[in-house]
C-alpha cells in the first residue's frame, strides 16, 4: 500500500504538532517547586552558628567551600584551619576567613576540648571585630 504525498503531509503536520504540543507543554511546567515552613525554622537555619545550633553557619561554610577545605575539616580539623589560617596571613583571604577561622576554631574546641582552640577562637573573633586601621 503506497501513501500519496497528501496523506505524507497530514502526518507529518500531526507529527509536529504533537511534538509542539509535548515541547509547549514542558516548557510551561514550574521546574521549581516551593515548601512552606515556619518563619521560626527558616530563621533558624539562615541564622544559625556553632553557638546557636552547634553547625558551623552558612557563610562559614562557604568560606570552607570556596577553599576546597570542607572535606578536609571533617578528616584532618586541624590541618585545615592551619590551611584556612595560611590563606587569611598570606593576604588570599579576607574578613569573611577571619569569621569562618573562629567560629571553626571553637567548634573543633568544642567537639575536642583542647584549649588552644578556644584561645584561637578568640584571637579570630577579636581581628574580625577590631580590624587594623593602618
Known amino acids: 500500500m503506497t501513501t500519496?504525498?497528501?496523506?505524507?503531509?497530514?502526518?507529518?503536520?500531526?507529527?509536529?504538532?504533537v511534538g509542539g504540543a509535548a515541547i509547549l507543554a514542558a516548557a510551561c511546567a514550574t521546574p521549581v517547586g516551593a515548601v512552606r515552613?515556619?518563619?521560626?525554622?527558616?530563621?533558624?537555619?539562615?541564622?544559625?552558628?556553632v553557638l546557636s545550633v552547634g553547625t558551623p553557619s552558612i557563610p562559614t561554610q562557604n568560606v570552607f567551600?570556596?577553599?576546597n577545605l570542607a572535606e578536609r575539616f571533617?578528616?584532618?580539623?586541624?590541618?585545615?584551619?592551619a590551611d584556612l589560617h595560611a590563606a587569611v596571613v598570606s593576604g588570599r583571604r579576607?574578613?569573611?576567613?577571619?569569621?569562618?577561622?573562629?567560629e571553626l576554631s571553637f567548634f573543633h574546641a568544642e567537639r575536642?576540648?583542647?584549649?588552644?582552640?578556644?584561645?584561637a577562637a578568640a584571637v579570630y573573633a577579636y581581628?574580625?571585630?577590631f580590624p587594623d586601621d593602618e
Open 4 to 17: 500519496t504525498p497528501m496523506a505524507q503531509g497530514r502526518r507529518g503536520a500531526l507529527l509536529f504538532l
Open 37 to 49: 515552613v515556619e518563619p521560626d525554622v527558616v530563621h533558624r537555619t539562615l541564622t544559625g552558628s
Open 65 to 67: 567551600h570556596e577553599q
Open 74 to 81: 571533617d578528616e584532618e580539623p586541624e590541618a585545615a584551619l
Open 94 to 102: 579576607g574578613v569573611s576567613a577571619l569569621f569562618a577561622l573562629s
Open 112 to 119: 575536642t576540648h583542647k584549649r588552644a582552640y578556644y584561645l
Open 127 to 129: 581581628a574580625f571585630l
